[in-house]
């Protein structure tokens, strides 16, 4: 039987429209514009200057703590400035600014097609790599993968499952990679199962990519015929339920186990991956290759030139656009993910980071909020929600900013998935007020356990 998590979830039209495209390179742009604020925690701290000459792949910013990575540029050019420039968001974030000159690889990289399949036997010498080369997690949480594969001594990880789910509408850039690069993808996980020292590994797919399945099947079982590195991997089959790809829906549907509220999945001795970070993860340690590029997906039912593109990060999102035939008519709205958890573009001179994996163009029908009504206490959205909340009654309560209410309701626990706000008759924005009070409510949690100074 197929796969699926336990409670909750909702059926949207899959729209994978782009995905009979296959990865287009884009040329690189005249400038690029590089975010030293690409991961999650501490911003990188620019180590070039005005003026200074850079190579593809040279170190550009330096980790500022434990939780922050490095970043590289991205192309070879003459660094024009380094400062302020608006993000996606509008907020503003020290970016390098490059001029692009033709490409010259740093000497280190490895920039043949060669697949290297041998692995290390070092799990220290794969986990520098994955740090010097900036690898952070690309299934939306940018986190930075060396330090998410080095659990404290206290948890020990048996099961690493492979994240293949792509369960937003629209997006098909990880289904195009699970077709295009699979024995990468995988010699990637084997390379983290070494690092982990678990035995076991799991690469969940949903049904609706039958294509992407066969492909990391075939990859699976070449590999491990060739070497014991490759054995306990192996794909499943998820059923299409949105969000299958959420990190906790999916050990629940891979193992049964349950991460409890504010827990990690390491507590439960599971470490989650996205096939992308899979892939960076390969090009880092099998060749000594920085994540400088990522493919994107461009799409939208208003958008005729349905793509994957691989793009340099720090291209400018217009530049994309206009590459492929320019904005729509008709759109009304840019968005940056998926419908259900993507946000929306701001600024569309904005540069991508590492984590960027779609632009999404609505139409001003598919935005348009319908005109909301009074709770009819129906319970779709406690049913919808994968999390086992009471979407209705958190929204009062953050209405009535009832905030120790709020906490004792779980309020913390949401993933901000959507699937009460898509399941409600009513159309409340049932979303937009979990999403502020659960804010309020981690921040109050996190002060109530911060170390008094
Ligand atoms: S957004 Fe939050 S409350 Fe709504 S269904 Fe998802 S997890 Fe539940
Ligand atoms: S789905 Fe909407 S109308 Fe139904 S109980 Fe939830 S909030 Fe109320």
Not at 320 to 338: Q, R, V
Request: aromatic share 4%; charged share 25%; hydrophobic share 40%.
């Amino acid at each position: 039987m197929k796969k699926t998590f336990s409670i909750g979830g909702v059926h949207p039209d899959d729209k994978k429209i782009s995905a009979g495209c296959a990865i287009e390179v884009l040329p690189t742009p005249k400038t690029v514009y590089i975010s030293m604020a690409q991961h999650l925690g501490g911003p990188a701290k620019a180590v070039v200057a005005a003026g200074d000459r850079v190579k593809t792949g040279q170190v550009i910013g330096e980790p500022t703590g434990f939780i922050s990575a490095y970043v590289h540029s991205s192309v070879t050019g003459t660094v024009k400035s380094v400062g302020l420039r608006k993000d996606l968001a509008g907020i503003p974030v020290v970016h390098v600014e490059i001029d692009v000159e033709p490409d010259e690889w740093v000497e280190t990289a490895d920039t043949t097609d060669t697949l290297v399949t041998e692995i290390p036997q070092d799990p220290k010498f794969i986990v520098d790599r994955i740090k010097a080369n900036g690898v952070v997690g690309l299934g939306g949480a940018t986190f930075p993968t060396s330090v998410k594969l080095c659990p404290p001594p206290d948890k020990k990880a048996d099961i690493l499952i492979l994240n293949g789910a792509e369960c937003e509408p629209y997006l098909t850039s990880d289904y195009r990679i699970m077709i295009e690069k699979s024995r990468q993808i995988v010699v990637g996980a084997a390379l983290m199962k070494r690092v982990l020292g678990v035995h076991k590994v799991v690469i969940g797919i949903e049904e609706n990519k039958p294509e992407a399945i066969a492909k990391m099947s075939e990859a699976v079982s070449s590999l491990a015929a060739g070497s014991g590195d490759y054995a306990g991997i192996e794909v499943i089959t998820l059923k299409k339920k949105y969000p299958q790809g959420g990190e906790k829906q999916l050990i629940d549907a891979i193992t049964r186990r349950q991460v409890k509220s504010m827990g990690l999945p390491i507590d439960v001795g599971a470490v989650v991956q996205n096939v992308a970070t899979s892939l960076a993860v390969y090009d880092a340690v099998q060749k000594n290759r920085p994540l400088i590029d990522n493919t994107i997906t461009v799409t939208g039912d208003c958008f005729p030139r349905q793509s994957n593109v691989l793009v340099r990060v720090g291209t400018p999102l217009s530049y994309i656009i206009d590459s492929l035939g320019g904005i729509p008519e008709n759109a009304a709205k840019a968005i940056s993910g998926g419908p259900m958890m993507g946000k929306a573009i701001a600024n569309l001179d904005a540069a991508t980071l590492k984590g960027t994996s779609s632009i999404l163009f609505l139409t001003e029908e598919q935005t348009r909020r319908k005109p909301e009504s009074n709770c009819i206490r129906c319970g779709r959205c406690v049913e919808a929600c994968p999390m086992g909340l009471e979407p209705f009654l958190l929204n009062k309560l953050a209405r009535n900013g009832m905030t120790d209410e709020l906490e004792q309701n779980g309020v913390q626990d949401c993933i901000e998935c959507g699937c009460c706000l898509y399941s409600c008759p009513a159309n409340i924005p049932l979303l937009d007020s979990i999403r502020i009070a659960k804010g309020e409510v981690i921040r109050i949690i996190r002060s109530r356990t911060a170390p008094k100074k």
